[in-house]
């Protein structure tokens, strides 16, 4: 056990000789451990929103400014992305090959996402439209990307309504 | 309780000459041992400060299914309370009750409705509105998918949710460092 001992004590003065009571502190110490341990999380789990956008649905608010109007929309088909405007812009990012089979170019999809907020620098949303067949895992990657670029208001819609 | 100087306790109470020798040590070497404490102190203060490090106050609000590996992203939110869909290979759950099966969802080209699953967010948005009547309704459900599910089938749970009222989705997915 600690204590702590000053040599004093002797010619009929209290002694001053101290025990440190170190039990009750690792009883507190132990507790602390199992609380802890019980409600440790160790898995990092979040999540991605996204609300769902129905194509040609009429606003029910007031006329939005015009460049507001056009609606930026990010397809995922199968073989690639698709960058388009419901001005009539379109950009195509074919998938690459690597190793004998073809994957999303997440890359060329960063850039272009860059340069388009540049030019949309006032917009923060955009329209995901997965098709059929495309694995969920590479939704939510071009989601990732989407918002690393500055599009945080994501809606999801069918993309086989824009094809 | 009387505050004493330390001194070698153990055995002490044995009225025996040989072993109140041996415990003081006459002659040889002591059996009495000091326990060390202040090591065992100080890997117990470690271990809390790591373990406050890792502790989260919101807690778990979904599990992770052996079933289901999620994808990783790292621009995300924290998670919400809200009705848990789960999709695996095999079944489509609502908060661990199946309503659907993932390959018969994923054969039909055509958006079909998920009626159990219509029917159980609906039944749940009517208990949310009863505990809460003065507030809006946010209509959040977390959708939580095995990486490699075709979207076809996120794409008719999305929609089954958006019939019961749930327009806004979220993704359950494993954090990544920033």
């Known amino acids: 056990m600690a204590a702590i001992e000053t040599g004093g004590g002797g010619s009929g003065k209290k002694a001053v000789n101290q025990e440190i009571p170190l039990i009750p502190f690792i009883d507190l110490l132990l507790c602390c451990v199992m609380f802890l341990l019980a409600t440790a999380v160790w898995n990092q789990l979040a999540a991605m929103n996204a609300n ?44 690459r090959a690597v190793a004998d089979q073809k994957e999303f170019d997440t890359d060329e999809l960063q850039a272009k996402l860059g340069q388009w907020k540049q030019a949309w620098d006032k917009r923060d949303d955009l329209i995901v439209a997965p098709e059929d067949g495309v694995r969920y895992e590479d939704v939510i990657r071009a989601m990732d990307i989407a918002s690393a670029a500055g599009f945080i208001n994501l809606s999801m819609a069918d993309g086989a309504a824009f094809l | ?31 009495d041992h000091q ?76 958006v079909d409705r998920i009626e159990p699953l219509i029917q159980g967010l609906e ?49 359950a997915v494993n954090q990544r460092e920033q």
């Open chain 1, 52 to 95: 769902q956008q129905v194509p040609g649905q009429a606003s029910t608010e007031d006329a939005p400014p015009e460049d507001e109007k056009v609606k930026l929309i990010l397809q995922i088909r199968n073989s690639g992305y698709v960058l388009g405007s419901s001005a009539g812009e379109s950009i195509d990012i074919e998938k």
């Open chain 2, 35 to 110: 326990i060390p404490l202040i090591p065992f102190i100080d890997f117990l203060i470690v271990l809390v400060i790591f373990l406050l490090m890792s502790f989260s106050a919101s807690g778990e609000l979904i599990a992770q299914q052996p079933t289901i590996t999620m994808p990783d992203a790292k621009n995300t939110e924290q998670i919400e309370i809200s009705p848990v869909v789960a999709i695996d290979e095999r079944v489509i759950t609502l908060d661990g009750t199946r309503v659907a099966d993932t390959q018969t969802q994923g054969q039909s080209a055509q």
């Open chain 2, 123 to 171: 039944s749940e948005k009517r208990k949310w509105e009863t505990i809460h009547p003065s507030e809006p309704f946010a209509g959040q459900v977390i959708v939580q998918a095995d990486r490699n599910i075709d979207f076809r089938v996120v794409k008719k749970v999305m929609f089954s949710a958006a019939a019961a009222g749930y327009g806004n989705v979220s993704f």
């Open chain 2, 1 to 31: 309780m009387a505050i004493k100087r330390p001194e070698p306790e153990l055995l002490h109470h044995i009225p025996l000459k040989f072993v109140r020798d041996r415990v003081s040590g006459h002659g040889r070497k002591a059996v």
